[in-house]
């Protein structure tokens, strides 16, 4: 079980607009976020006499009921303390919890079936002296309050929700120039495996493993292994730029059409090669300009790679997604794609600082630096080895399903090299983390 959470800090916009009540509020979410969040808990900070927006937090909703009551606390706690952190103690606290029906059920269920973690997360914030202004429920286009017993405003069959485009914070939205980028469900279907025949992709990273692992545990194969890597990976980003430009390709520049660029055995060799943690660092030097958008979309693809028992694999292109999407200011995708990182693998220390980072708000250019001074060093042939430095460890998050991004950072945060792990019969690597 993934266990950590999403926050974000106060958005940097400068235009002010006016909530009032709970549809404002529920139309206003996806704006909030960048994103319509799904099977989510939500907490907004308020802050000032006025009820200023400031951080938020989202977790995926734990499927135990047992598991609320710590999760409510945990959530308050982290809402709180980080809001404290970048500044003020909030003066309340906006809570949403958003989920669609189970097979079966009614949206109305929906919410009956989630009041008690309504309950926890308002007595949760309460005994941190902050109260909840409001709880909304979200769930197949309706929304209800979990505080308002004004029937009139909030009548027991709940309120739709506004048509896309049409509320205040959606106009206020398009005047800044803020998009919402559909669904985290769909967000995170751009990372995932394809549902179709998956053998052949099975088979290559057999091959790779049973080629590459040796070679990486070697201590004298393993840096030309790493200039393969990335050799193959500059090639295919080359690939990945010319693809656009062709006329009668309407799929390119698609997730689709970037898969039909990158055979199995690329592929393949690229997951494995990116395993080892001195070449997954070289790799986030294209991070900027041109660069940024081809190896991002090289990232993905390569995510949608990992089959089977390859499936955790994914956590090094994903990390380097979510590195590329928050250094170019993509914050949303930069959650999503390190959230997954983390489902795959909670312990993968890049993953988790980046997610830090990212989540409390720091700017990713000190780490762009970073990256430009161990590339110019070793233009100049004068590399030395990649070091990690954190000012402090990741704080311990609550348990549940969630995405998102973590301290100031370098490169090459991980375990032990050379560590492996044997699943089903094969062999893959995990050199560093």
């Known amino acids: 079980m993934n266990k950590h959470h999403e926050s974000t800090g106060p ?17 206003a979410l996806p704006y909030l976020m960048g994103f319509h969040p799904t099977d989510s808990v939500v907490m907004v900070a308020l802050h000032g006499r006025r009820g200023r927006f400031g951080g938020r937090l989202r977790l995926g909703i ?113 005047y800044a120039g803020i998009q919402v980028r559909g669904s985290l469900r769909d967000m995170e279907a751009r990372l995932l495996p394809s549902t179709a025949d998956t053998g052949g992709q099975e088979q290559a990273l057999d091959l790779a493993a049973a080629a590459l692992v040796p070679r990486i545990l070697d201590g004298s194969g393993r840096e030309q292994v790493g200039e393969e890597t990335l050799e193959l990976a500059r090639t295919l980003m080359r690939r990945i730029a010319g693809a656009p430009g062709k006329a009668g390709r309407p799929e390119a520049g698609t997730d689709w059409g970037d898969d039909a660029l990158i ?25 900027e300009g041109s660069e940024a958008s081809h190896a991002l979309r090289l990232w993905r693809a390569l995510s949608r790679r990992c089959v089977g028992p390859y499936t955790d694999h994914a956590a090094a292109p994903l990390t380097l997604a979510g590195w ?64 990690t430095e954190t000012r402090r460890k990741p704080p311990q998050p609550p348990a549940g399903r969630q995405d998102g991004p973590s301290g100031a950072v370098r490169p090459g945060a991980g375990g032990p090299h050379g560590r492996t792990r044997r699943r089903n019969g094969q062999r893959g690597t995990k050199s560093g983390r």
């Open 324 to 387: 590329v999407a928050w250094s170019t200011g993509d914050e949303p995708g930069a959650r999503v794609a390190l959230g997954r990182a983390l489902q795959l693998d909670p312990e993968y220390h890049f993953a988790q600082l980046l997610h830090q980072a990212c989540n409390e708000g720091l700017d990713p250019e000190a780490l762009r630096a970073c990256l430009r001074r161990e590339r110019q060093s070793r233009t100049a042939g004068t590399e030395g080895p990649v070091r």
């Open 62 to 174: 734990p499927r135990s009921p047992g598991e609320w009551g710590a999760v409510a606390e945990q959530l308050a706690e982290c809402l709180v303390t980080g809001s404290e952190r970048r500044g003020d103690k909030p003066e309340g606290i906006v809570v949403f919890l958003c989920q669609d029906p189970r097979p079966g059920e009614t949206s109305r269920q929906v919410l009956e079936r989630l009041r008690p973690l309504a309950q926890q997360l308002r007595t949760a914030c309460g005994s941190l002296e902050v109260p909840v202004h409001e709880a909304l429920c979200i769930s197949d286009g309706r929304f209800w309050s979990y505080c308002c017993p004004d029937t009139r405003c909030c009548p027991p069959e709940g309120n739709v929700l506004a048509m896309p485009g049409t509320s205040v914070m959606a106009a206020a939205a398009a």
């Open 11 to 27: 958005s940097s916009a400068q235009e002010q607009i006016t909530l009032r009540g709970p549809a404002e509020l529920a139309d």
């Open 263 to 287: 055979d199995d055995g690329e592929a393949a060799a690229l997951v494995l090669g990116l395993q080892d943690r001195k070449t997954r660092d070289r790799a986030a030097e294209w991070m």
